[in-house]
Each structure stands twice: as structure tokens, then as C-alpha cells.
């Protein structure tokens, strides 16, 4: 089914996309602090996703796409660091809107130093397997520089929400990882990473997936932030 990694995108973020434009909800407004983030983060991640294939960290498997390609990867990987995004932020940006899920600063801070010391720790202990070593340092590293030097104060938020997406990540991910298909979209190599699976979803999948969560929030947030500011001073002036 060369169409399957294509529908995987479209339906991951069809339903926030007509959500955005619930009166409640109002995300397209929001599309000018989105789509800039999705961006930047994108490029690192599609040049950190080029390189990895180019290394044999994984590969696509050609049944399951349309054939197109850019920078080495397949057009619906370039589309993936945007409709997953998307969605995510998109239910950041409702829970928060609807529910209070904030978190202690201490709690938080507590949270971020031992996550990054045991994925940093992890890292170094398997610094031969490039996916966990390069996913878990970079991920404790990012957590700490959002927690403590760009000082953000959703982080606690951040994880919650990340927790109630855990759901429907297993759901896309399972697919391109084989859950369900007769072959995986997206094949590891397992020298590469600990080889631990949930279902057919390499655990590092969950780091991968956070860091690039949170760099898309914080970029979203500093567009926005920086937005506000302007019509702050344009209203005092």
C-alpha cells in the first residue's frame, strides 16, 4: 500500500485541523506562532533524520511510500515533523486552555534533573548504540536547558500532556513501526538501539518524540511571547 505512511500523516492531524476552528477553540490564530516553530524544529530534525539514514539507523520501507523524496528521506517523513507537531500542540494548547496541569516548580525541577541524569547516564553507558545515545543525551540536555537556563514554567505541563498522548503516539507509531502490517514502514537497526520494544515501538521513540514536543512548545511560546510584546508596545505607544 504505497499510500500507507501518507495517510498516517493525514489522519494524525485531520481532526485537530477541523478542531482549530471550533469557536471554543480558535488554533488557526495560533498558526502564526505554530508554523514558524514547526519549522525550525523540522530542520533539526530532518537533518538529524537524514544523517541517521544515511548511517543505516533506520530506513523506509519503499512498499509503504509514494516514491518522493527529499534530502534522502521520503516526502512523508518531511510531513511527519509537521502533522505530528501539530497535533501535539494543538492539544497542548487545549488542555491548558480548559484545565489547570501545572506543576510545583520544585516538583518540576526535581523531575527535570533525574530524568536528565538517568537518560544521560543511560547514553553514556550505551554510547555505542548511536539512536539511544544520541536520543537520550540531546533529550536530558534540551529538558535542561528549557528548565534552568531559558527557565520555562510549563515544563510540568508539558510532561502531562505528553503522558495523555502516550495513547495515540502507541496508535502512529505502532503502525509505522509494523504494528498491524505485515512489514514495518520504518525499520531499525537494532545494533543501534536497546533493542527494548513497546510493541513493535523502540523505546527511544518516546524521547525522540518528547524532545521534539517540547523544542516545537518552546519555539511556539517565544513567537508568541515575543508577538504579545509587540502589541504591548504598540497599544502603550
Known amino acids: 500500500m504505497k499510500s500507507l505512511y501518507l495517510l498516517v500523516d493525514i489522519f494524525t492531524i485531520l481532526v485537530p485541523f ?3 476552528f471550533h469557536p471554543k477553540i480558535r488554533f488557526y490564530k495560533e498558526w502564526k506562532f505554530f508554523f514558524p516553530a514547526a519549522i525550525i524544529v523540522a530542520i533539526i530534525f530532518i537533518i538529524w533524520d537524514s544523517i541517521f539514514t ?4 533506520w530506513n523506509f520501507n519503499p512498499r ?11 516526502v512523508e517523513e518531511i510531513l511527519f515533523f509537521i502533522c505530528i507537531p501539530y497535533s501535539c500542540i494543538f492539544t497542548y494548547y487545549c488542555l491548558t486552555k480548559f484545565y489547570n496541569l501545572s506543576w510545583h516548580p520544585k516538583t518540576e525541577n526535581i523531575f527535570c ?6 537518560l544521560i547516564i543511560t547514553g553514556l553507558i550505551f554510547f555505542d548504540k548511536m539512536y539511544t545515545s544520541v536520543t537520550f ?22 510532561i502531562t500532556v505528553y503522558a495523555i498522548l502516550i495513547i495515540p503516539f502507541l496508535i502512529v507509531n505502532g503502525i509505522l513501526t509494523g504494528t498491524g502490517i505485515e512489514e ?38 517565544i513567537f508568541e511571547s ?5 502589541n504591548e508596545l504598540k497599544m502603550a505607544s
Open 64 to 74: 509503504y511510500l509514494s516514491g518522493i523524496y527529499i534530502l534522502n528521506l521520503p
Open 137 to 158: 543525551i540531546s533529550t536530558a540536555l534540551v529538558c535542561l536547558f528549557l528548565k534552568f537556563v531559558a527557565k520555562i514554567d510549563w515544563f510540568g505541563k508539558a
Open 18 to 20: 477541523l478542531f482549530s
Open 54 to 57: 544515511s548511517l543505516g539507523v
Open 113 to 118: 534533573l533525574l530524568l536528565s541524569a538517568i
Open 226 to 230: 515575543s508577538f504579545s510584546k509587540k
Open 184 to 221: 514495518a514502514v520504518v525499520r531499525y537497526n537494532n545494533s543501534e538501539n536497546l533493542h527494548i520494544r513497546l510493541l513493535t515501538i523502540p523505546f527511544e521513540d518516546i524521547f525522540y518524540g518528547f524532545e521534539m514536543i517540547v523544542l516545537n512548545l518552546y519555539f511556539f511560546k
